[in-house]
């Protein structure tokens, strides 16, 4: 084969412009556009032909019909489409008319190359224009996951934007007790707040079981920082409704749809929604994720520190209570799934390790307990034994009945790695909290920097 004379029969099917020409032998050489190998083969046949050089106009070319003479606006299309949207990264793609798929076809075959020979249209389309956008907007194109997609619709004559969510990772803390970490509809109104006609007396007619969530004291902030059209929130597991999140806090990720700015200002946002949720939730170690922290942070298996208070039905005395943590310090507890847990949930036994357990009397029948654990353990099963369903446990130790009146987790640690790992993050990751041995607060300071092997 011949490219010289591939080029001449190309040519010869009617006024084909360097682009189209250089595009059916694209896999010549590199570091060319197909323009350039368009323009190179006539000039070349022109020498060897000794004729004059007769440049296509490319508005004339029968097979992209003057498309590849369009490459520039379709880029300033782009880029006026996007310019009140703060972005880093983009990617092209188009839609090929299909009677430019068809002319590409025809061309080929009258030249008697293969019917895919060289380049699709598509592909150069999406570079030309792609190339261009990046000196216009102060962007790279990225491959993988873009912060913008432009989509070139070349019959309808449109750029369609999708611009992709930008991902806030932080750990909260949850400072009261009855609030849910997402929003809990009303099931006996279907979150409309009225039955038949009446206020629902289920949920007082708010359409929700309790006045406030850690995801609506904190996403809609990042929503209105980022502008935003909407804000989720993904926790990294959460803790019982009457439960307190303190210590180090609980790592999550709040995903924000069609961002207009993303590259805000974290320590800024963290005084804004603390500011916002007033006290009931606290959040810090922000920093600006990547899409695949939800995954993560949704994924990552993590062990969890709680404090508990502990009700006893009988006096106990500090060795007895020793003695008891002692045994279950580094125990492995079998636990048949709890009463109090859904049951529409499968009921099973499994299996889950106490990597550490301590604790004090406040008097003959009350302590504080803490409890390092595997994920999925139940502490307050743990406690009470739950009628033997959990095995060992510390009221059958004892020899006493025991309850958790009040639960607060301090702290949710990756089991083999820390959340906080810089793979996850846009910008400079935050430090991990170490796994805090002493007791920690409730006020929500930093009780975390005491790393101790467990
Ligand atoms: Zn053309
Ligand atoms: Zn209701």
């Not at 360097?18 to 896999?27: F, M, N, P, S, T």
């Not at 298996?301 to 310090?329: I, N, Q, T, W």
């Amino acid at each position: 084969m011949n490219v010289l004379a591939d080029a001449r029969d190309l040519a010869a099917e009617g006024p084909v412009c360097d682009a189209c020409l250089g595009r059916a032998v694209a896999d010549r050489s590199h570091g060319l556009t197909n323009a350039d190998r368009g323009r190179s083969l006539r000039i070349a046949a022109a020498l060897d032909d000794d004729e004059p050089y007769e440049p296509t106009d490319t508005a004339d070319c029968w097979v992209c019909e003057g498309l590849c003479d369009e490459f520039d606006a379709w880029a300033d299309r782009c880029a006026a489409a996007v310019e009140d949207v703060e972005f880093d990264t983009y990617q092209v793609g188009t839609r090929t008319p299909p009677l430019i798929e068809e002319n590409e076809r025809l061309l080929r075959a009258a030249a008697g190359l293969d019917p895919d020979a060289g380049e699709v249209f598509k592909s150069e389309f999406n570079r030309e224009v792609g190339k261009r956008i990046g000196p216009l907007t102060d962007t790279t194109v990225d491959f993988g996951r873009p912060d913008v997609q432009f989509t070139l619709d070349v019959d309808a004559d449109t750029v369609e934007v999708d611009v992709h969510s930008a991902f806030v990772y932080g750990r909260y803390r949850k400072l009261e007790r009855d609030i849910p970490q997402t929003e809990w509809p009303c099931n006996a109104c279907d979150r409309s707040g009225y039955v038949g006609s009446q206020p629902c007396g289920n949920c007082g007619g708010t359409g929700y079981l309790y006045e406030h969530s850690v995801e609506e004291l904190t996403a809609p902030v990042v929503r209105d920082v980022m502008d935003g059209t909407d804000a989720t929130f993904h926790g990294a597991g959460r803790e019982d409704v009457d439960a307190r999140m303190v210590g180090t806090g609980r790592p999550f990720v709040i995903e924000v749809l069609e961002p207009r700015r993303r590259n805000i200002d974290t320590d800024r946002l963290e005084g804004d929604i603390n500011a916002f949720a007033e006290g009931r939730v606290e959040v810090d170690r922000l920093g600006l994720a990547t899409y695949d922290a939800v995954e993560r942070v949704k994924g990552l298996d993590a062990s969890k520190r709680y404090r508990a208070e502990v009700a006893f039905d009988g006096p106990v005395d500090d060795d007895e209570l020793a003695a008891a943590l002692d045994a279950l310090d580094g125990a492995t507890v079998e636990q048949y799934t709890p009463h109090r847990v859904d049951h529409r949930r499968a009921s099973i036994t499994r299996t889950r390790e106490v990597y550490d357990a301590t604790g004090e009397r406040d008097d003959p029948t009350h302590a504080t307990v803490e409890i390092h654990g595997a994920g999925g353990l139940y502490v307050k099963e743990l406690v009470s034994g739950d009628e033997g369903r959990t095995d060992p446990n510390l009221a059958g130790t004892l020899g006493v009945a025991a309850e958790v009146t009040a639960l607060d987790v301090i702290g949710v640690y990756g089991e083999d790695e820390p959340f906080e790992d810089p793979a996850y993050f846009r910008e400079a990751a935050p430090d991990p909290p170490g796994v805090a041995s002493d007791p920690v607060d409730g006020s929500g300071g930093e009780g975390d920097s005491d790393a101790s092997a467990e």
